[in-house]
């Protein structure tokens, strides 16, 4: 086959952007020079949840696992020296979506784009939010408001914008099984096209337009046959579903389009070495079928398990998919699985299967309504809990984890501290300094602003009517408004949303049979119990800060509650002084807290002088997530009693963990353990 046939390779993405605008927009400039295709935005949990750096549960988040980008000023240094009118630019953003498109639509217009060439995507699916990430912000209603507005004006403005990403991404990474990742993402987009169709924003005859820039994003996991089963289901159903249902005629506006990353939490702490193999194997899933082969790939980094990755690490990621693209004759060929009995009885299989639970949540009034419900939420904990219980048990193997444990020193670990990236501490300190000096001088030279409170006040009141929010948007924008301002204004209107946690109703995972490991932790925790003089052990599992990945802790609280301690779990998104305070309030034996976002340097010093103020010297402090070997270190020297890693897979062994430490924090004689 000539060289002009190959199928063209698909977007080469890497997920960047990290401490501040300005080292976020050499880290773009740096990767597009290395053949990155595709601009792939990570935004800081603050202004993911429409904070601005300088609140008080930004502290300790700010620039961690993206970009902060509070106003203008800082969209403009992002891409700075970067011709917007010819990228291609993804942004992970779901609440604040609506207000980072106006700031990038702004400095596009500042740079004289012709705004009908602008191309990316704008995650925007507040779904899985709610379900498995916890970046949410507004309830549901308001939330796929601000979804339909933005796909309306991007339809006539912007029509080369995919306005919604749909993702699947983060429920597999929740637990979900193929069937559940497929069907609640479709029943998501059902949701929102049933909206923008409702809304009458959209003439009938311009649905197959709406239709067309619906994306997706999804995960792939290291079991690539299933995965790529997967996507091909994908593809069937959604060409069903947007011919049946909306009625699109034209191919190509039902042709399933995908962006994928593959699996980062799968990724092992444990002989990290072979995540590489791992991110090979997923990447296959999503490239190997042309029928089904996603448009854009990012890659996780090999050491994403023991912090933030650093850009020689990204860059082997991007050279892996190179290599397929470009030196094997992958892209030379049709598709390589038609015809074949195997893939075509599974991919048969999930569709059916799929369709089946699609029903079930149509049933219950859609995606929506299964989330209110916690339906949703629950069937993930409970998938979650089965697969943890079939690690522990040895039927799942990981290598490295629970297989083949033994290792060779790794020469790519052998100084932790410089195997990962580390932000400046002082980053926060710098970000919230020239917060502060925007705010004092946006309405002077160079840049003149208006005063951002009659467009916030603009924006409130366009909020409480049913008109679109974009053009209110887009006017504080330019006035020169800030992410904590433009969510505040839209918090008074809309008000905030707790999500179900799908604790309580989540069922028992591991059966405490006599001589089992949790019917050992069972009677360890009544004699315990005995010993202090109460009826039942108190653990409240906490999640400090903004970090809203809560399937470790989620996991943590049902083990506890089915070893017999009452749990306090209150979900995510709470300052240290609200965890101490519940932590008293609930006269709790043990504080477990939960933090994945790197915020546990500055966030769990805080708890634990806040337990020591109030007395509560005998409450021991456990501590779980993507924490460094040195970072660990320091928390225990500071009186954290113990440390857990994603390596810590054995979950019932955790919970006998934090049994002994309430023992010795309260000087009771250790337990005998049985021969």
């Given at each position: 086959m000539s060289e002009r046939q190959k199928d063209r390779p698909w977007l080469m993405r890497t997920y960047a952007g990290h401490s501040t605008a300005e080292a976020s927009n050499e880290l773009y400039r740096r990767n597009l020079a290395k053949g990155q295709t595709g601009l792939s935005v990570a935004f800081d949990l603050p202004t993911q949840t429409g904070y601005d750096s300088d609140h008080i549960l930004a502290r300790g988040e700010v620039g961690r696992v993206g970009v902060p980008v509070?106003?203008?000023?800082?969209?403009?240094?992002?891409?700075?020296?970067?011709?917007?009118?010819?990228?291609?630019?993804?942004?992970?953003?779901?609440?604040?979506?609506?207000?980072?498109?106006?700031?990038?639509?702004?400095?596009?217009?500042?740079?004289?784009?012709?705004?009908?060439?602008?191309?990316?995507?704008?995650?925007?699916?507040?779904?899985?939010?709610?379900?498995?990430?916890g970046t949410h912000v507004f309830p549901p209603g308001p939330s796929l408001r601000l979804t339909t507005d933005m796909i309306a004006y991007t339809v006539s403005h912007l029509p080369r914008w995919n306005p919604i990403n749909i993702c699947s991404y983060h429920l597999q990474e929740a637990g979900a099984t193929p069937v559940q990742e497929i069907a609640y993402a479709m029943s998501t987009a059902i949701a929102v096209l049933d909206a923008v169709r409702d809304?009458?924003?959209?003439?009938?005859?311009?649905?197959?337009?709406?239709?067309?820039?619906?994306?997706?994003?999804?995960?792939?996991?290291?079991?690539?046959?299933?995965?790529?089963?997967?996507?091909?289901?994908?593809?069937?159903?959604w060409d069903r579903v947007t011919r049946e249902r909306y009625g699109i005629e034209?191919?190509?506006?039902?042709?399933?389009?995908?962006?994928?990353?593959?699996?980062?939490?799968g990724l092992t702490e444990a002989q990290p070495e072979n995540n590489v193999q791992r991110i090979v194997l997923e990447m296959l899933a999503v490239t190997l079928s042309k029928d089904a082969r996603a448009r854009a790939v990012q890659l996780p980094a090999w050491n994403e398990a023991l912090g933030l990755p650093r850009p020689w690490d990204q860059q082997w990621s991007l050279?892996?998919?190179?290599?397929?693209?470009?030196?094997?004759?992958?892209?030379?060929?049709?598709?390589?699985?038609?015809?074949?009995?195997?893939?075509?009885?599974?991919?048969?299989?999930?569709?059916?299967?799929?369709?089946?639970?699609?029903?079930?949540?149509?049933?219950?009034?859609?995606?929506?309504?299964?989330?209110?419900?916690?339906?949703?939420?629950?069937?993930?904990?409970?998938?979650?809990?089965?697969?943890?219980a079939r690690i522990e048990s040895g039927e799942e193997k990981i290598v490295g984890v629970n297989a083949f444990e033994g290792s060779e020193p790794s020469p790519l670990t052998a100084d932790l501290?410089?195997?990962?990236?580390?932000?400046?501490?002082?980053?926060?300190?710098?970000?919230?300094?020239?917060?502060?000096?925007?705010?004092?001088?946006?309405?002077?030279?160079?840049?003149?602003?208006?005063?951002?409170?009659?467009?916030?006040?603009?924006?409130?009141?366009?909020?409480?009517?049913?008109?679109?929010?974009?053009?209110?948007?887009?006017?504080?924008?330019?006035?020169?408004?800030?992410?904590?301002?433009?969510?505040?204004?839209?918090?008074?209107?809309?008000?905030?949303?707790?999500?179900?946690?799908?604790?309580?109703?989540?069922?028992?995972?591991?059966?405490?049979?006599?001589?089992?490991?949790?019917?050992?932790?069972?009677?360890?925790?009544?004699?315990t119990a005995r010993d202090l003089g109460v009826?039942?052990?108190?653990?409240?599992?906490?999640?400090?800060?903004?970090?809203?990945?809560?399937?470790?802790?989620?996991?943590?609280?049902?083990?506890?509650?089915?070893?017999?301690?009452e749990v306090v779990y209150q979900g995510i998104r709470l300052t240290p002084e609200q965890i101490v305070d519940a932590a008293l309030a609930e006269d709790v034996h043990a504080v477990g807290l939960s933090i994945l976002s790197g915020s546990h340097a500055r966030l769990v010093p805080d708890v634990l002088d806040r337990l020591r103020v109030a007395g509560a010297t005998e409450v021991p402090v456990i501590v779980g997530g993507i924490i460094p070997s040195g970072d660990a270190e320091r928390l225990r020297a500071a009186g954290v009693a113990a440390v857990f890693t994603p390596k810590d897979f054995d979950i019932t062994g955790i919970i006998g963990r934090i049994v002994d430490e309430i023992r010795k924090a309260n000087k009771l004689d250790p337990l005998e353990v049985p021969a």
């Open positions: 509070a106003h203008l000023g800082d969209m403009r240094r992002l891409f700075q020296d970067i011709p917007l009118e010819q990228m291609n630019t993804s942004m992970t953003i779901n609440a604040t979506a609506m207000w980072l498109l106006a700031l990038y639509q702004v400095v596009a217009e500042e740079q004289g784009a012709d705004l009908t060439r602008l191309s990316g995507t704008t995650q925007n699916d507040i779904v899985k939010e709610y379900l498995s990430r809304s009458g924003q959209v003439p009938a005859e311009r649905m197959g337009d709406v239709v067309g820039r619906i994306s997706f994003f999804v995960n792939a996991g290291v079991r690539f046959v299933e995965e790529m089963c997967k996507m091909r289901a994908f593809g069937r159903i034209d191919p190509k506006h039902r042709r399933f389009r995908y962006g994928v990353q593959v699996n980062s939490l050279r892996i998919q190179q290599v397929l693209a470009y030196e094997s004759d992958l892209l030379e060929y049709d598709d390589l699985f038609e015809g074949s009995k195997v893939v075509e009885a599974k991919v048969a299989q999930l569709v059916a299967d799929s369709f089946a639970e699609m029903d079930r949540i149509e049933e219950m009034g859609g995606a929506l309504a299964a989330v209110e419900s916690g339906y949703l939420k629950a069937r993930l904990v409970s998938s979650h809990a089965e697969r943890r501290d410089t195997a990962v990236q580390t932000v400046d501490p002082e980053v926060e300190a710098r970000v919230v300094g020239a917060l502060q000096h925007w705010r004092d001088t946006r309405y002077q030279p160079p840049f003149n602003h208006p005063r951002p409170c009659k467009a916030l006040e603009r924006l409130k009141e366009a909020a409480k009517g049913t008109g679109n929010l974009m053009e209110a948007t887009l006017e504080c924008a330019r006035a020169g408004a800030t992410t904590g301002e433009w969510a505040g204004a839209l918090r008074e209107v809309f008000g905030e949303f707790r999500a179900p946690t799908g604790v309580s109703s989540a069922p028992v995972a591991v059966a405490a049979e006599q001589g089992s490991a949790l019917a050992e932790i069972r009677r360890a925790v009544e004699l009826g039942r052990l108190r653990f409240l599992v906490g999640k400090p800060g903004l970090d809203g990945h809560s399937n470790g802790a989620e996991q943590i609280a049902v083990r506890a509650r089915d070893a017999g301690f």
